[in-house]
């Protein structure tokens, strides 16, 4: 597959050594420069950015891809969002909408450190294997993440709509932060796991 990675900074470059590892090509772009020239040449772009650099994003680009977001918002450091702020949506709805709705959003990578990400892939099967959460209202877009993480050394775990999902894994919500394995996510969030 070939994959488009939108900053490379501590979540992107985790994840582009995994996607590498995997066998799967690679164009990264960042705040100097080969963005655009990543979302082209990509069939799924990771946006691993400051939330508070969503309105950066080329969307015409974008337009048709499966974009993996990654972002979190946290207002001190992206400003202050007022209907996240009231729970009236989520930031990754809030992405598709800054996309124009023309892009199917997935949210995953979010919950996990990125050092964690770097270095606790494990193969399929393993019994310490760690869950990556994912979020999406297409269903074969989400398809396409769900085994992409498999790939990579994580169990993938779908957490439903973009608005179910997000909240569970977006910060303050019960997923964020979490290291679990498959069968401690089952035990500790039900469905969620
Ligand atoms: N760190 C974590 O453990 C973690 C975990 C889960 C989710 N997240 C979320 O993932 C996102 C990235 O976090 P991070 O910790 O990886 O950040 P980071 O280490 O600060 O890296 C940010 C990257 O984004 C690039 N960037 C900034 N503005 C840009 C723009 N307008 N256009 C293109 N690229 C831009 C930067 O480019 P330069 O390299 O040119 O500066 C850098 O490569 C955030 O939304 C964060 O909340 C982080």
């Known amino acids: 597959m070939r994959i488009g990675v939108i900053g490379t900074g501590a979540i992107g470059g985790a994840a582009i050594e995994l996607f590498e590892d995997a066998g799967h090509e690679v164009l990264s772009g960042n705040s100097r420069g080969g963005v655009a020239e990543a979302v082209e040449f990509a069939d799924v772009v990771l946006v691993a950015v400051p939330f508070g650099a969503r309105g950066t994003l080329p969307v015409d ?17 992206d400003g202050q969002v007022a209907e996240l ?23 995953a990578f979010n919950t996990m450190d990125a050092a964690t990400l770097e270095e606790d892939g494990r193969p399929a099967g393993a019994h310490d294997r ?27 775990v779908d957490t439903g709509t973009l608005a179910v999902g997000g ?5 303050g919500g019960p997923l964020f932060g979490t290291s679990v394995t498959a069968l401690e996510a089952q035990r500790l969030f039900g469905s969620a796991g």
């Open 85 to 107: 702020d009231n729970d009236e949506t989520t930031s990754s709805e809030l992405l598709w909408r800054v996309l124009g709705g023309d892009a199917a959003v997935v949210k």
């Open 61 to 77: 680009e974008l337009a048709g891809k499966v974009v993996i977001d990654a972002m979190n918002y946290f207002p001190a450091r």
């Open 167 to 171: 909240r569970l894994q977006q910060p």
């Open 130 to 156: 760690l869950v990556l959460f994912v979020a999406g209202d297409d269903e074969l877009a989400k398809r396409t993440v769900l085994e992409l993480i498999d790939e990579i050394g994580f169990d993938p």
